[in-house]
Structures are given as C-alpha cells and as structure tokens.
C-alpha cells in the first residue's frame, strides 16, 4: 500500500488527520484512439497497489477471455467497465476513479480517444486541473492528439503532460521521444498550453509510472506519479470577488428567507454589501446559515444559505456578488462553442441555455468560423456538426450575470439544451459581451398593457395557425378574422404570402431559411400583441421546436395553437396553388409532406379537423376557444 | 479557517470531506429545484445515512423537500427495520415503504426463488412500482463510482426511459457542475449526489458527523453458517438450513447490507468506526464482494442497470 501501513496500524487517528488536509488533484488521461489511456491508468492503480485481490482475480480471468494482450493482463480492463467497451477493447465513455498517495487525493478521468466519443472527453475535462495527453511513440502526434490538446487549452486546463507512450515498441529510443517532444512544442505554444512537462513511458509495462525506468536511462525528469503528487495547482477562486449562483430560495416559514447556492469564487462575511443580478438591487449578508451554526465567513467551495438585511425579491438563477466588483450583465455575447448534438446546429433556431442555476432562451448566429483542430486555421462556416468546435455570437431573451469564462468556468460556462429531444447539444465559454448593458434600467412604460387592453376592450392573442400546404388554413383564417371584425376585435393577419414579399424576401426554403422565417415571423407577432392586436398568424411552420419558440417568446397565456389537420392525401388533392403537382415532378425543392418533414402539434389549444368541419364551424370553434380563454367578451 | 488568504498549496481551505459534502449538497439543491415530484431512496445502509444527513443539511432549516422510500424485500436484517423505524419516527420527514404486492402474495424468497428472481422482482420491479405509483420523477440514489466498474462510468444525473432503462451508449455530457435535469414525457431522472464519494469518505464523514448507522456495521459475535465461501448470517427463523448446517457464533461485521440471506459478513474484530476505517485500510478485498448477487457474472451490474435497477 502507498497509504503509510505502519501509520494505520498503530496511529490511525494521526493518520486521518494527515488525509483529511491532503490537497486533491483531479486530472484526466486523454489523446488519440488506442495510444494507451486506460492502460495507463489501470497500471497506475496497480502500481500504487490499489488493485484489490478479488479485482486482479477477476482481471486475469477478464484478460484472458477478452484481452488485447495475449497471455499478458490487460489493464484497460480495470477501467472499460461498459460490456461494449470490453467487447471492443475501447474506452466509449469516461470513468472516474479515485485513489491517493502519501502526498495527495486524486480523481482521475479516463476519457475515449475516438472522436466519436469527443463530448464524453470534454464532460471529463470540464473538471481536471490537469491533462495527461498520451502519444503512441510509433504513431507520434495525431489529430486527435491535436484536438484534445486544443479542448484541454479551450476548457481552461492550465497543466499538461505530455505522456510518450509504448515506448517499449521503439526499443527505448530517446530520438523517438525527443521527435515527438519538438513537434508538440510548437503546437502547445500555439494553443497557450505554457506548462508541458513530457515524460517517456511504457503504461503496459510500467516504466517511468512510479519508479525511474532502468529501459530510460537517458530520462533524469519526474515520474508520472511524481509530478502529479507536487504539481502546483494555483486556486485562484479564492482571491477572485465573491459570486454565488441561487439555487434554491430556502423559505421554512414567514420569518426565514434564506437564499441556497454553492459559493463558486471569493469569501463572504456577515454584514458585507452584495448585489443582486441581474436587478441590480443592493444589500448586506445578515447570516450565514448552516445546520452546523451560522458561520463567521465561507469560501469558494462552500454550501450554504445566506439570509440578506433587505427584503428583496431574488429567485433561482440569480447571482449574489460582492458590491465591489460585480460580475457583467448581458443578453449578446460572442463565445467558444463545441458541438455535442448528433443534428448539426441550426442557427437562428432557438436552444435552451443553462448559465450558472439560470436557464434562458438562446439564439446561436451563423458561426463566425470553425476551427481546424490540425491546422488551427479559421474556416468559414454554416453551421457546427458534431464535435466540432466554432466562435459564435449568442443572443439571450433577457440579461444574464456573467464572467468571462477564463475568470471563472461557473460563471462564464454554459451548456445549450435542445428543446425537443432535451439533449444537451452544445457547450460554450463566453469570451465577451458584445454590448454591454451593466446599467440595465427597463424603459419605463406608463401605457402598459391593462391600459391597452381597456382601450381595445379585448386582451391580445397570438392565434398560430399550422398544417400542410392546402390544409385550410388561409380560407380559415379569413373566416376567422372577418368574424372577429365583426365583434369589434382589432386583429390582423400575418401569412405566409404577405410576409414572403416583404419581410422575408431574402429567404428560401431550406431548413435553415425556414427556421428564420418563423422567428421573424414569431417577434413581428409578438409586438403586434404587444400593441394590443389580436394576430391571426398562418404559416406552415412545420417545424415543433419553432412552434415551441413561439409560444415562449408570445407567453403561453397569450398564445393559442390551432392545428389545421388535413391529411396529406386530401391536401394535395385539393391542390389550389398546383404546387403539390410541381413537388411531385421534381420541380419544389424541400416542400413539406413532400420532401421535408412536418411535425404535428402534440397538443394544440384547438384542433381543426377538415375532414368533419366546415371553415365557418372551424372558426367558431377558435372563437369559442377565446372566449374560454376570456379573451374576448 | 481563519487564515484564508494565505493559504499555502499543500494546505487546503477546505478539507477534503467538506469538499465532497459541499458538492453533494449542491447536486440535491439542483434536483430539487429542478424537478417536480423528488423522491430519495433510502436502504437504511450507511451510504442512505450519509446522503440523508447530507439532505438535511442542504435544505436546513426547512423540512426535507421530498420523502425518503424504502423498497423493502421483508428479507432485510432486523436490525435495519429498527433504524428505518427510528428514522421514521425522529418527526422531520417523510418515509414511503413500498412492497411489491406481487411478491407479497407469492412470498417471492431468495431460497425457493434463487437470488436472481428474488432480487428483480423485490427490488428492481418493486422500485419501479413505486416511482409509477407516485409518479415521482427524480429519485436520489446513494450509489458511489468507486463502487463498480460500471458505475464509475455513470453520469451524476442519469436518464432512464419510460421503462426504466439505463442506456450508457447515449448518456447526456455533464460539464462543470452544470446538470441538464430536462426529461421527455415518461422518461424519469436518476440523481447520485454521492458519485464522488468513495467507501472511506463514507466512513470518515459517518465518524466526523456521528451519524447512526446500523449496529451490523460493527463487529460482534453473530450466528452465522458458511455457504459457497460466504458466511451469511441466520437472522431468523426464514432461513432455511441444509442438512449437517449448524450456525456458528463468529465476531463478523458487514460492508454492506442488504437482503440478509444474499449479504456476506467478513471475520472481524473491528468494533468502532476508527477501527472499521483501519480494517478498510488494511484489507485486500473489495467491498461488494460481500454481495451475492455481483458475483454471478461480471457484466452483471450494467445489465441489471440496463433493465432498471437502481
Ligand atoms: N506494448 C505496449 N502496449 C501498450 C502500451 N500501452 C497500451 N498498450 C496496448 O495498446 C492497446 C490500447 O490500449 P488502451 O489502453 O485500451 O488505449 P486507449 O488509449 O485507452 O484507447 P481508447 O480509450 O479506445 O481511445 C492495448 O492493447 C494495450 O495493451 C505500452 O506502453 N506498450
Ligand atoms: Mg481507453
């Protein structure tokens, strides 16, 4: 055991004191496909005798049934814990492991060398303080070599090894190893990764892990267990302002209201002046409540609950900052990008974005460019396909705190959600605020919208038609709209038609068009709502998410999803404009039902059924809808 | 802590268990927040005890936000019922126990109906059950990385499909400490504040916090017969014994505990916590060896996951 046997058996006590103020290091092991990341750490944990006997057991049973080295233990084994990983000899997902020395606490993450599994290495980066890149001493530096070096420089990791491995298959050469030294040198200095440390090694046979290798008589530098245990890792969390994100408003009873988070930089005392952000409100910390007693001050690291002198009104995703020194405020950035989702991105189209405990909407603008991870040229670009990594602009529905993500990873990182399948689709490290708008005071309007609403004797609405071309909806949005004149409704009708020969002359018919159209379409709604109208807006808009969009752009209470529901055959053989027939000959490219998909609204507010209704029956239905809805008298 | 700013690298502001409680108690707070119906699953065995101290402290002073369930197998150590009572009666929470009906009335027992049978049906439909019966959608699992190879690679808030399933090919990235909680309609979230825990932060936190855990932890002389290698314990009059069986009285204690006939005891003298972490750091096996129910094939803990065990 690395762990002080005489120490545990005759001064336990000393000894736990001993581990309790032992500093951690969490690292991962990353590089290209098979250059021996696993094995590296399966023989770390053996050496350092952390293999218990029942696991070797297992593992001499594991090596010789799906083992990548004959007779000989397999010590990727003892990570590739997945059933296809083993099946495959690959690492597909990362795995955490932690063990200790006498010196240090370290969690290690051994990440997949495959760029398939690219987000499964950045998930396990994200954390590390350190980064062990391992190069095959045949195979020398890869691009995959380059693309995790280029991440582990993006997510901030500031320490690197540079590990030469299997440098048993070139006969211990220090040419070899000197070689792939120089050629990484360059690169690293290129992407900012100042402190390399390079080490020759053999994972499989161990030399160099723990002990100086006999094969490497030429190497006088640290082990690989020897720099990780006395690398200094700076924390400078400490010394930066305080921030916490709120998680959770703790509220037990009339008398208590605490505000719960995890103090992600600086120190905090009772009495200290704070900010709420984005409100920009002022106060001072009265307590510190944990369930151990109130505290005298907490740290970066901590969780707890503080309770503020004033009576403001704070909830989940706002930041609580030193008054001195306060994090931005912002709704435009410009930021660093990975792409995580299997479907390219589609900018325009609007994501979820999680930034600190805050989710807001987020649109992504065409990227700036791509970065080619070998050369490390910027490319013009569309759109980021999976994996890989761009500069963007991004646009939030309403201001959100932030740091630039090199100051502080929880308050300047950010994750994007797609909001149909809920995956998490991207990641991203805010550089800069692209106008700044730290002084946010709302323009005060006097006419609000009670006003309004008692002017027009009716609230307004966003009434969206959907369905396939020649479903109806024109001839019913007519109907509808000539109904509610006659109520003395002020309306207007936003379609498909009118809105192309202005608005959106500029756009055609791709995906990406398609989803631009429909956000125009959705902010021009939304201000005509704001004026007080009620909007009949008819568009095919076959897509869910951008339905969704609109929805949580209008708010939900003012918008009212009619779904024209024809089935493609009785649409297409009402046929008005002849534009089925020409999509069937080939001559319409991505037309909807034909070659481009429509999704059906899962739960429309009203449901149209074509087939059963006549269009002045279809309307009723929506005017008894508004009616329900109290929108209209 | 005193002396913040000058701090020095071998020397941390915070030690290494405020580190990790920090961080669970960050995890419970987002689920929390996030989820609509939580609920936490609680086995009575120390890393239940760990994360429910845990629970207390990261929503003090307010009362837990979601109730604990016991999946109960009526095949567990009497002494774990006392302490689930106990809990249950200290007034501050909420405690479900859920017994799969189907079990009940076939009096499903790991001797008539093997471990494997026993095992599904008790634990892993009766969980399932349970979650759809209260139509919880997130549920706190005390489940640690360092416990399994299979484990080590799960997410720390981890989707499972309207079935319940747990598929490793497509788990969701986790940057930071930043949790994606969103799920589709069916789908239901499995939350682990203790991943980053390993067997002897558990021990050291229970003896820093003096939290009460079940008394088979330590050792003492026990009843116990010797089967395929493990010594299992003869808790009560269920157990049925073979013929030329005769309990023993052994000094053995638990790593682990579950159903009783299915938990192996190891041979030990260690009886307080010091003692038990010294054991542990001296010992040469690992802790689910204890479990009857891994040993039957390697895989075995990603398949059962796979089909929605906890
Ligand atoms: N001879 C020799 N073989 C090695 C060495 N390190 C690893 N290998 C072998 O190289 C192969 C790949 O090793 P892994 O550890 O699975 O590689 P990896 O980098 O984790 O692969 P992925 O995670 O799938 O990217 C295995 O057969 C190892 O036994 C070494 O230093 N010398
Ligand atoms: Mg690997």
Redesign the interface.
């Known amino acids: ?1 690395t ?1 002080s ?1 005489d120490l ?2 005759h001064d ?2 000393q ?2 004191e001993r ?6 290091l969490r690292f991962i092991t990353c590089g290209s496909v098979d250059d021996g990341k696993s094995t590296l750490i399966g023989r770390l944990l053996y050496e350092s005798k952390l293999v ?4 070797l057991t ?1 593992l001499e ?2 090596s010789r049934k799906v083992g990548t080295q004959g007779e000989g233990l397999d010590f990727a084994l ?7 990983e ?1 099946e495959q000899g690959i690492t ?7 063990f200790s020395t006498e010196q240090r ?1 370290f ?1 290690v993450a051994d990440t997949p060398g495959h760029e398939q599994y690219t ?2 290495m ?2 396990g980066a ?2 590390a303080d350190l980064a062990v890149i391992l190069v095959d001493a045949r195979k020398g530096v890869l691009t995959q070599t380059r693309r995790h070096s280029y991440l582990v420089s993006l997510l901030g990791i500031r320490h690197v090894v540079l590990a030469v491995n299997k440098l048993d298959l070139v006969g211990y050469s220090e040419e070899v190893f000197e070689q792939i030294v120089s050629d990484y040198a360059g690169f690293a200095k290129e992407i900012g990764l100042d402190d390399v440390v390079a080490i020759p090694m053999s994972a499989y046979h161990g030399d160099n892990l723990t002990e100086h290798s006999l094969s490497t008589p030429w190497y006088d530098g640290p082990t690989l267990m020897g720099h990780l245990e006395t690398v ?4 400078d969390l ?2 930066s302002p305080f921030r916490m994100p709120v ?2 408003v ?3 009873d009339l008398d ?1 209201r ?1 505000f ?3 103090i992600v930089s600086g ?1 905090v005392r009772p009495g200290d002046r704070v900010r709420v952000l984005p409100s920009g409100k002022e106060s001072a910390v009265a307590r510190i ?4 007693g109130d505290l005298t ?1 907490a ?5 707890v ?1 503080i309770t503020l002198a004033d009576e403001i009104d704070i909830s ?1 995703g706002d930041v609580l900052a030193t008054a001195d020194a306060l994090p931005g405020v912002a709704d435009q950035f410009e930021a660093h990008v990975v792409w ?1 989702g299997e479907d390219e991105m589609l900018p325009e189209r609007s994501y ?1 974005c ?1 930034i600190g ?1 805050m989710t807001v909407q987020a649109r992504i603008t065409k990227p700036k460019h791509k970065i080619n991870v070998n050369t490390l040229e910027k490319t013009a670009t569309n759109t980021l396909a999976l994996n890989e990594i761009g500069v963007c602009n991004l646009s939030f529905d309403r201001p959100v705190p932030y740091d630039a993500y090199t100051a502080n ?2 308050t300047g ?3 994007l ?1 797609d909001r149909l ?4 689709v991207g ?1 991203g490290m805010l550089a800069h605020s692209l106008r700044r708008s730290d002084n946010i005071h709302w323009q005060v309007v006097d006419v609000d919208e009670r006003a309004r609403e008692q002017l027009m004797g009716h609230r307004p609405q966003v009434l969206w038609l959907t369905g396939l071309s020649g479903s109806g909806k024109s001839t019913i949005a007519n109907e509808l709209e000539r109904r509610l004149h006659a109520f003395g409704a002020h309306t207007y009708l936003l379609d498909g038609d009118n809105v192309r020969h202005g608005l959106n002359r500029d756009l055609g018919f791709t995906d990406a068009d398609r989803v631009e159209n429909i956000r125009r379409v959705t902010e021009v709604a939304r201000l005509m709502a704001d004026a007080g109208l009620i909007v009949i807006a008819s568009f095919i808009s076959p897509f869910r998410a951008e339905r969704q969009a609109a929805r949580e752009l209008v708010g939900p209470e003012q918008f009212c999803e009619v779904y024209v529901d024809t089935p493609l055959d009785i649409a297409e053989g009402r046929d008005p404009k002849g534009l089925y027939k020409k999509a069937r000959r080939g001559e319409l490219a991505n037309f909807t039902g034909i070659d481009s998909a429509y999704e059906p609204p899962r739960s429309p507010e009203v449901r149209i059924d074509t087939t059963s209704v006549s269009p002045e029956q279809a309307a009723g239905q929506v005017v008894d809808f508004l009616r329900s809805r109290g929108v209209i008298a | 802590m005193n002396n913040v700013h000058s701090m020095s690298a071998t020397q941390p502001v915070l030690t290494h268990l405020e580190r990790l409680e920090a961080e669970s108690i960050h995890i419970m707070r987002e689920a929390v927040a996030e989820s609509e119906n939580p609920v936490m699953l609680y086995s009575v065995g120390k890393d239940s005890a760990v994360m429910l101290h845990l629970a207390r402290k990261a929503f003090f002073p307010s009362r837990l936000p979601f109730p604990l369930l016991h999946v109960d197998t009526t095949w567990k150590f009497r002494e774990m019922y006392e302490l689930r009572d106990e809990t249950a009666a200290a007034g501050d929470l909420d405690l479900l126990v859920h017994k799969n009906p189907e079990c009940v009335e076939k009096s499903i027992n790991p001797f008539t109906h093997g471990s494997a049978t026993h095992t599904d049906m008790w634990k892993t439909e009766g969980l399932k059950q349970a979650l759809h019966l209260h139509k919880f959608d997130a549920a706190f699992g005390g489940a640690r990385r360092d416990e399994e190879k299979s484990r080590a690679k799960e997410r720390i808030f981890s989707i499972r499909s309207a079935e319940h399933r747990w598929d490793p090919k497509q788990q969701r990235p986790e940057l930071w400490r930043m949790y994606n909680v969103r799920k589709s309609p069916g789908e239901s979230l499995r939350v682990f504040p203790l991943s980053n825990w390993t067997e002897l932060d558990v021990w050291e936190y229970i003896r820093q916090e003096q939290i009460p855990i079940v008394p088979l932890y330590f050792a003492a002389k026990r009843p116990v017969v010797e089967r395929d290698g493990t010594l299992i314990m003869v808790d009560d009059e269920r157990m049925p014994l073979l013929p030329g069986e005769e309990p023993e009285l052994k000094s053995v204690r638990f790593r682990t505990l579950g159903c009783y006939p299915l938990t192996g005891a190891v041979e030990s003298v260690a009886e307080s916590l010091t003692d038990i972490i010294q054991e542990m750091l001296l010992t040469t096996t690992s802790e689910r060896q204890g479990r009857v129910i891994d040993h039957d094939s390697s895989a075995s803990m990603e398949k059962k996951k796979k089909e929605g065990y906890f």
């Open positions: 055991m762990h046997t545990i058996a336990i006590e000894y736990l581990q309790a103020n032992k500093t951690m218990f006997e029942d696991q297992a049973a594991d003892l990570v590739d814990g997945l059933a296809a083993r597909i997902d990362v795995a955490y492991r932690y606490k969690v987000r499964n950045v998930t994200s954390t200094e890792i700076d924390d400490l010394a998680q959770w703790n509220r037990p208590f605490g719960s988070g995890q120190v409540v944990t369930m151990d001050e740290v970066a690291g901590q969780s609950t989940r995580m979820l999680q405990a990873r929880d990182g950010f994750i959600i399948t809920n995956g998490t990641a």
